[in-house]
C-alpha cells in the first residue's frame, strides 16, 4: 500500500516538474516583445529580427528528435538539464550581442537547441506515467508552454522600459535557468512495476488508440501520413505567423506599447486554453473532429484580426480566438501520433510530425516579416494566413490511421 503511495505522488510530481520546465521554455513565445528595442537600436528591419523566431521553430523541430534518439540511452532528465542550460544560456549571451549574427547564434540557435532538447522530456515522462489520458497530458504539457509567454510577455516589457535589453535578457536567464533546473529534477521515469490507472469508459466517439506500435520508419511508410503532415504544417502558419508578429502589428496599428505587451499575455491565454481544453476536449469527441472545427475558426479571425483591429475589444477577441485554435493544433496533433501509430513510440513518432510545426515556423514569420517589409501593412499575410488553415481543412479529409485507411471504402 505504501508503494502505492509513492508511485502516485510521483506522478504528480513528474508532471510538476514538466510544468515548470515548459513554463521558463514557453516564454521564448514572448520574442516580439524584444523586436521594437533591437530595431531602434541596431536598425534592423522586421524581416532580420523575426527571423529569430524561425530559427528557434526550427531548432525545436529538428534538436526534439535528435533528444527522441538520445533519451531512451541517457533518460529524460539528463536531456532536460541539457535544455534548460541551452535555453537559459541563449539569453544571457545574447545581452552580449552587437550584431546580427550574434544574434542569431545566441537568441536563435542557443535557445532553439534547448527548446528542441527541453520540449521531449515533459511529453515523454508523461506519457508513460498518464497512458489513459494522453490528450490531457499533451494539452497541459504544451498548455503550460504557452501561458510562459503570457507571464513574462509584461513582465518583460516593463524590464525593458526601466532596464533595457540587454539587462532584461540577463534577469529573464536567470529565472529560467532555476525553474529548468528544477523542472529537470523532478522528471523521472515510472519504475517497471508501475500500472496506471484503468481507463474511464468513454463515449463512442472518443478516439481509438492504435493497437499496432509502428516505428518511425514503418509509420513514413503509410501513405495517409502526408495529407497529415501537410495539413498540420498549413494549419500552424496563422499562429506562427502571429506569434512572431504580434507586438509589431499592435504598434503598427496605433496600440500603445502597454496594449501590445497586454496582446501577448492575450494570445498566451488563448494558446494555452486552445491546448488544455482541447487537448482533453480531443479525449472525448476525437481528434480530427476537434482540429476542424478550430481551422474553421481560424479561417475567419485571421483576416477579421486585420481588419478589425482598430477595435480594441475586438481585436484582442479575434486575437484570442487565432491562439486558441493554433494552441489547439500543437496539442491535439501530439495525441495524434499515438492514436494512429501506437502509443509505444508515440513521444519520437511525433518529432516527425513535429518538423511541421517547424516548417509553419520558417513560413509564418517570414511571410508576416516580407509582407510588412514590402508593403507597410499585415493585411495580405492574413489571408494568406486564412487560405493556409483552408488547406489544412481540406487535407484533413485524406489523413486517416494505417488502419482505417486499409478498410475498404464502403467499410
Not at 499515438?338 to 518529432?351: E, I
Request: glycine share 10%.
Amino acid at each position: 500500500m505504501a508503494q502505492q503511495h509513492s508511485s502516485s505522488l510521483v506522478r504528480w510530481h513528474a508532471l510538476a516538474g514538466g510544468c515548470a520546465l515548459n513554463i521558463a521554455l514557453g516564454c521564448y513565445y514572448a520574442w516580439s516583445v524584444f523586436i521594437p528595442p533591437l530595431e531602434a537600436e541596431f536598425h534592423w528591419t522586421r524581416t532580420e529580427t523575426a527571423f529569430v523566431s524561425t530559427i528557434n521553430m526550427v531548432f525545436l523541430a529538428v534538436m526534439y528528435n535528435v533528444a527522441g534518439t538520445m533519451i531512451n540511452r541517457v533518460g529524460a532528465r539528463t536531456i532536460a538539464v541539457i535544455g534548460g542550460l541551452c535555453f537559459s544560456g541563449g539569453f544571457l549571451l545574447a545581452s552580449f550581442v552587437t550584431t546580427l549574427t550574434g544574434l542569431y547564434l545566441t537568441a536563435g540557435v542557443l535557445v532553439g537547441l534547448g527548446l528542441g532538447f527541453g520540449y521531449l522530456p515533459p511529453l515523454a515522462v508523461g506519457f508513460k506515467w498518464y497512458p489513459e489520458a494522453r490528450g490531457l497530458v499533451s494539452g497541459l504539457a504544451v498548455g503550460i508552454f504557452a501561458a510562459g509567454s503570457g507571464i513574462v510577455g509584461p513582465i518583460a516589457t516593463a524590464l525593458v522600459t526601466n532596464f533595457g535589453w540587454r539587462s532584461t535578457f540577463q534577469i529573464v536567464a536567470a529565472a529560467y535557468l532555476v525553474l529548468t533546473m528544477v523542472g529537470a529534477y523532478w522528471l523521472k521515469d515510472p519504475p517497471d512495476d508501475f500500472v496506471a490507472p484503468a481507463s474511464k469508459a468513454k463515449s463512442s466517439s472518443a478516439p481509438r488508440v492504435s493497437s499496432v506500435n509502428l516505428t518511425t520508419s514503418q509509420m513514413l511508410k503509410v501513405p495517409t501520413f502526408y495529407p497529415l503532415w501537410i495539413a498540420y504544417m498549413l494549419g500552424c502558419i496563422a499562429g506562427t505567423m502571429a506569434v512572431s508578429q504580434v507586438v509589431p502589428f499592435a504598434r503598427s496599428v496605433g496600440y500603445s506599447p502597454a496594449v501590445a505587451a497586454f496582446a501577448v499575455t492575450v494570445g498566451a491565454a488563448g494558446s494555452a486554453l486552445g491546448r488544455f481544453f482541447s487537448g482533453w476536449l480531443s479525449d472525448h469527441i476525437g481528434r480530427l473532429p476537434t482540429v476542424r472545427t478550430v481551422l474553421i475558426l481560424s479561417t475567419v479571425a485571421a483576416p477579421a484580426l486585420f481588419l478589425f483591429s482598430h477595435s480594441t475589444v475586438i481585436f484582442l477577441i479575434l486575437l484570442f480566438v487565432v491562439y486558441y485554435a493554433y494552441g489547439t493544433q500543437l496539442s491535439v496533433y501530439t495525441a495524434i501520433a499515438g492514436d494512429f501509430y501506437g502509443p509505444k513510440y508515440s513521444a519520437v513518432n511525433y518529432g516527425i510530425l513535429l518538423l511541421a510545426w517547424g516548417t509553419a515556423g520558417i513560413f509564418g514569420p517570414l511571410i508576416g516579416g516580407r509582407v510588412f517589409s514590402a508593403t507597410g501593412s499585415y493585411q495580405l499575410a492574413f489571408y494568406l494566413a486564412s487560405a493556409a488553415s483552408i488547406g489544412s481543412l481540406l487535407l484533413l479529409f485524406f489523413a486517416r490511421p494505417p488502419a482505417e485507411a486499409a478498410q475498404p471504402a464502403h467499410a
